[in-house]
């Protein structure tokens, strides 16, 4: 079925606009997704790389037998896998 309509300039530049508008919007829409999971994976990453800091220092406290500061580092590599579960 084919319909007669007669669209003038001014029709067709309104149309136009509208579908340019509804792409801008759902191209907003996908970036702002990606920023999260993008700022996601790197806090992720940035809060693993301590955690292996920590493990390092851990290991040196345990090795010279400063169990002060060892104990207080396993609390913080202990905080800091919560904080990863949580990013899962």
Excluded: P
Aim: glycine share 2%; hydrophobic share 40%; charged share 30%.
């Amino acid at each position: 079925m084919r319909l007669n309509v007669k669209l003038t300039q001014e029709d067709i530049n309104k149309i136009a606009d509208t579908v340019v508008e509804k792409i801008l919007r759902k191209q907003i829409e996908y970036d702002y997704a990606y920023d999260q999971v993008h700022q996601q994976n790197l806090t992720y990453d940035m809060v693993l790389q301590q955690m292996v800091g920590l493990q390092l220092l851990l290991s040196e406290y345990i090795t010279t037998e400063d169990y002060e500061k060892a104990e207080l580092t396993k609390n913080k590599i202990k905080q800091l896998k919560v904080i990863l579960d949580k990013l899962k």
